[in-house]
């Protein structure tokens, strides 16, 4: 939908969020004098303050608060849908058949930019592999931007970008459900199950995924894991020039791992070495595949071997994801707050290897598998494992009931606060040895966000 085309219709924002904030900000710029509609499932007095400004500000805008918030969808021509509103709400659907435009942020940006969307999209890696796309295309582009789920909000950029630019755009399952376009380069990372206090399923999880290349044609390019089996999946189904990424093997087309060196082969071109795996400043094998995506990036869209290396080399790692905080009463601190699936703490644990001696585990429930997570410690020269709520319990149930041998050698200990978690990992860690927070599970109850999590984790470590 065309901005133009919103004069003169309702307009209702759904979700009042980073996302619906800037939804809002940007319609009044549009439409001053526009009626705009807000819906929140918070009453007005837990919104944040800055929240609160803006309904006391905006003299057109009428509010719908609290439990009764959905109500309002059906007096409204347009809702604007903000992530983490599922589209299966009753309401929503009542309305659609109505005959109401739901719509996005994502697709009102999608629909309004005219230049090129690299967009990245999967479980986990997509923050890492959309700032070294960024840091790559940067080397040919200056003025390529990073936005959506890390970055700025997209309408906070469609103002100010140049109708030729690039973006890259890291993309929430959240953000591609519905979704009825696509960027003119998708990169499909691995997807493993998360989210499923949201989806029904995992495979509802991989659909909302999927649509990241569902509308790409011929003249679009999918760049996606070809090691795993649901990217795969979605990629056989895609109608996108296909360039697969790989450690285990190469590709007809694509980036993968050809010995010491991350390989480029162009469709029916020769391999070409583009960065060595020494140069690569990000531990874990796992990010291989990071590097190899944002490579792909930058080779279809012209960026030169050379710069794409030296950008791989200059690259920081990210905060939060296996970020080395300090040494310690000679013990070395990990913080990896961002690993909110098993998977991410596993391959956290491969990453560091056997020197890893306390692990701290646990967090919001989203009905995730352990099993694997309790196979791999097991493995592992892990001697104590530090627990918050909810999953801690279940992580420690799955290792008790799968690993008896191991449980037994294992001292754990449940705890409600990250100072209590850090006081007993400072008593039960020795020298030499590693402690990593790889909670395998969202942070949300007791903090904020990942952010708050692995900030407190900081914090008391260096106070």
Known sequence: ??????????????????????????????????????????????????TQALLRDDRRVQAHLGP???????????????????????????????????????????????????????????????????????????????????GAPALDWLPRLKPDGIVVYE???????????????????????????????????????????????????LIYDADHETPRRIAAASRATRLGLSLEGGQPAGAFLAGDHIVFRPNGGPVENVVAVRDVPLLGRFNLMNVAAAVAVGKVLEVPNAPIAEAVRQFQPLEHRLEWVGVFGGVT???????????????????????????????????????GLAARIAQSNVKTLILFPATGA??????????????????????????????????????GRICLLSPASPSFGLFRDYRERGDRFKQLLRG
């Open 1 to 50: 939908m065309k901005i133009a085309e919103l004069e003169g219709r309702s307009v209702l924002i759904l979700g009042l969020g980073q996302e619906g904030r800037s939804s809002w900000a940007f319609l009044r710029a549009a439409f001053p004098e526009a009626r705009l509609g807000v819906a929140d499932q918070f009453p007005l007095e837990q919104l944040p303050a800055e």
């Open 68 to 150: 009764d918030y959905l109500a309002s969808v059906n007096d409204y021509d347009v809702i604007v849908r903000s992530p983490g509103i599922p589209l299966c709400q009753p309401a929503l659907q009542q309305a659609a058949r109505a005959g109401r435009t739901i719509t996005s942020q994502t697709a009102l940006f999608f629909a309004n930019f005219a230049g090129t969307v690299v967009g990245i999209t999967g479980t986990k890696g997509k923050s890492t592999t959309a700032s070294l796309a960024r840091a790559i295309l940067q080397k040919k582009y200056p003025g390529v931007q990073l936005i959506g789920n890390i």
């Open 171 to 221: 993309l929430s399952s959240h953000q591609l459900e519905g979704l009825a376009c696509s960027p003119h380069i998708a990169v499909l990372l691995n997807i493993v199950p998360e989210h499923l206090d949201y989806y029904a399923s995992f495979e509802q999880y991989a659909a909302a995924k999927a649509c990241i290349t569902r509308a790409q044609t011929k003249r679009d390019f």
């Open 333 to 371: 601190y990990y913080n990896d707050s961002i690993a909110t699936v098993p998977e991410a703490t596993i391959g956290a644990l491969d990453a560091l290897g056997p020197s890893v001696e306390t692990l701290l585990l646990g967090g919001t429930d989203r009905r995730l598998d352990f099993s």
């Open 394 to 431: 279940r992580i420690w149930q799955t290792v008790e009931s799968q690993q008896p041998e191991v449980a037994a050698r294992l001292r754990h200990f449940f705890v409600d606060t990250m100072e209590d978690a850090v006081a007993l990992a400072r008593q039960h860690t020795a020298p």
